[in-house]
């Protein structure tokens, strides 16, 4: 009988993942076509310069948003799926209500205490990026348009947090349907602004409105759900939640250097031709890493949930080995059909006419890195869940610089290949480091 009801709770923690993993791949796929979209508008209408202006305010906006974040979104993501008591045990069942009610009160009480958090670093990084508009030698239309772009800093904070509360509900489908529906006010209303004559400054202000409509319409799904917090003052649980919390944000920041890094080296010494080569292919690997990238966040709050009891982390066990499994022989698939049907690819993504002779070789190295992705990803995923991310932090600090040390050989000699096979080598070592420290992790204490 306890199989059974073990099993049909695998059942839907299966169910669970597998909608989530959809709804967030569908999510991150339309907003990046969207993004893309407005992109295209902006050029459009505004030119090359027009456009260098938006791509710089939002690239600066952004830095500030993730630094501004503090990896706080993963910490309550991370939480709040603890708090949910999913792994109940069969005996349980007759008080699912006012277990419900109980993990509803500590949401509403943890989000409460996390919001002016988030509220105050994001003003602080408003004032930061009003000072550097300021001071730096920006032009004229471009240090305009900083200030008001850094407006989102508060909204989107906001509403990170509070989507990670509903993505630790394992709701994904709710937080998908929001990001799109944020993206899509921010293209609809900048085709007006773009054909009256307000430029990039419009389009950036569409931006800020979009983020408002955002944390409104966040808001509004907590409201309706009994969730929607009082917020509370309490810097001594603000100290705590930071505590576990950086080591998410630092590992963030590592992760973009290090995988910036390589163009940058190629751009100075190979020239602008090699790192378009590079970047080309390196643009569309990521894009197919959004596979293992949606399944693990769909994965993330389910191996959290688990990992809050003794009956759990035997669960999170056999998904970490069963999961394991299935993801090296899908990521092997999608590299062995990505090496087969580069040269097709490629032209389609990038344009016919054109040599992508090289772009297409170095494609077919790094994609053998995908099975890797998926591995250290769940490896990384399962660190989390139990509350290891220092361990994430040092094996992506260890990984950083065997990239850069083997990075500044490779490049000078090989180029943009030896840029491949660096951060082809890289992800397999960061898969290395960190598998073995997830089964340590979720080791039986003995």
Known sequence: M????????????????????????????????????LVALVARYEGTAGLGRYVLVVTV???????????LNTFVMREVARQAGEARGPGEARRAGEARHREGAQQREFLGRVLPLKGIVALAGFGILVGVAALAPFPGPTRRAIPLGALSLLPDALSGAMGALVNGRQRMEVSGALTMAVRLVAVAGSLPVLAAGFGVGGVVGCTVGASLVGAVLYGAVLWRWGLLPRWRWDPAAWRGYLRESYPFALTSAIAMAYARLDVV??????????????????KL???????????MDAMFPEMSRLSASGDGMGRLRALFRIGGRAMLAGGFLLAIGGALGARLLVPIVYGAGEDHAPTVLAFRLLVWAIP??????????????????????AAMLVVGAVNLAANLVAIPRWGYLGAA??????????????????????????
Not at 265 to 282: E, F, N, P, S
Not at 375 to 391: C, I, K, M, P, T
Not at 425 to 436: K, P, R, V
């Open 265 to 282: 080296l190629l751009g100075l010494w190979q020239g602008d031709v090699a790192a378009g080569w590079y970047g080309a292919a390196y």
């Open 2 to 37: 306890n199989g059974q009801v073990w099993g049909r709770a695998r059942a839907r923690a299966a169910l669970r993942m597998g909608k989530n993993a959809v709804a967030r791949l569908a999510a991150q796929v339309a907003a990046r076509l969207l993004s893309l979209l």
């Open 372 to 393: 890797a992705m998926f591995l250290y990803l769940l490896s990384g995923h399962a660190l989390y869940a139990v509350g290891r991310q220092r361990r994430v932090t």
């Open 285 to 295: 690997w990521e894009a197919v890493g959004l596979l293992p990238a949606s399944v």
């Open 61 to 71: 906006v952004g830095i500030a948003g993730a630094v501004c974040d503090l990896g």
């Open 421 to 446: 096979g660096v951060a082809l080598a890289s992800e397999w070592l960061l898969w290395a480091i960190l598998y073995g420290q997830a089964r340590r992790a979720l080791k039986p204490e003995t």
